[in-house]
């Protein structure tokens, strides 16, 4: 690949944060995915490059010579550069490492690394699908803030799942950062269009993408989905729409358990007080029994790894 031609670059879905950017359009000032917000924003050069097996020390940092094979983002150095590495590990001792580095000026020259640098190496299966998710994903952050934005992102998230592969890698870590910084944005019609693009993926979904997905999905109703359901509970007036709320939120009990808590228990207390349908009431306390016996479980099995520590350390010291 020559320096001059389109880039063609492979994102390892941890770092893909570090690595979308922008060609031509300026982005908002806001962003709308975690990789805008917490590196593109920081970063004044993104290459795809080789960072040289030979290290050097200066002062309390890691110089090593990159060699630029493609400039992605900012202005193109003309020239092979420095970066300076607060943390040597993050390339392998001893060996070439070609990968995209997001980078930052140092008034002092050079360039230090934001984020982790991401390996590229020559013939990766999921080089088009990485390449995919990075042009949308530039393609997101060049639009105007706002509602309209937010849906194209979701919607390219669902897309993503429904791919598989990296596509749904990147999407499941993307949804974990919207749980614990955007809840506003959840919605229950975007809840449900997650867990069906789940479903519908199939055997296309890794079990790591599994497991970070039901992360996501467990994130989203300790955040958002719950209250909402609550919320309908409480101010639903007819008798059938409660009890199809409640139902909803056993259901979810039930899936994502360690996302109920005693305070979910003490609400479902509060609402059955004052819920006149027999049947709606017992629904609710059942809830809140099944609450605290899940959470009286997961203390009892904490209680015994601690205690299994402890017996280990003192078998140790004897």
Not at 112 to 136: Q, T
Request: one cysteine or more; aromatic letters at 6%.
């Amino acid at each position: 690949m020559t320096r001059n031609s389109r880039p063609t670059t492979s994102l390892a879905f941890a770092a893909l944060f570090a690595l979308l950017t922008s060609f031509a359009a300026p982005l908002m000032a806001e962003h709308e995915s975690n990789f805008g917000r917490v590196i593109l924003a920081k970063s004044d050069l993104i290459v795809l490059g080789v960072a040289s097996a030979k290290r050097t020390r200066a002062a309390d940092l890691t110089r090593v010579e990159c060699s630029i094979e493609r400039v992605i983002h900012g202005k193109d150095p003309g020239r092979d550069i420095q970066v300076f590495l607060a943390d040597a590990a993050l390339l392998k001792k001893d060996e070439a490492v070609r990968g995209l580095f997001a980078l930052k000026a140092m008034s002092t020259g050079g360039y230090s690394l934001v984020g982790k640098p991401v390996p590229v190496a020559d013939g990766d299966a999921e080089e088009r699908d990485k390449l995919r998710v990075l042009r949308e994903f530039l393609a997101l952050e060049q639009e105007a803030e706002g509602a309209d934005r937010t849906t194209h992102f979701w919607d390219m998230l669902i897309d993503h799942i429904r791919d598989g592969g990296y596509c749904a890698q990147n999407a499941a870590v993307e949804l974990m950062f919207i749980a614990r910084d955007r809840a506003a944005i959840i919605t229950e019609a975007r809840f449900d269009d997650t867990v069906a693009a789940i479903a519908a993926s199939g055997k296309v979904l890794t079990k790591q993408t599994q497991s970070d997905l039901k992360l996501a999905l467990q994130g989203m109703v300790e955040a958002r989905i719950k209250t909402l359901k609550f919320r309908a509970v409480r101010r639903q007036e007819k008798v059938a729409d409660r009890r199809a709320a409640i139902e909803s939120l056993k259901a979810l009990r039930e899936n994502y358990p360690r996302a109920f808590v005693e305070a979910d228990a003490a609400l479902c207390d509060a609402l059955a007080e004052s819920e006149k349908d027999t049947t709606a009431r017992d629904a609710l306390e059942d809830l809140a029994v099944a609450i605290r016996t899940e959470e009286a479980q997961r203390k009892a099995e904490a209680e015994a790894k601690a205690a299994e520590a402890r017996r280990k350390i003192e078998h140790a010291g004897n």
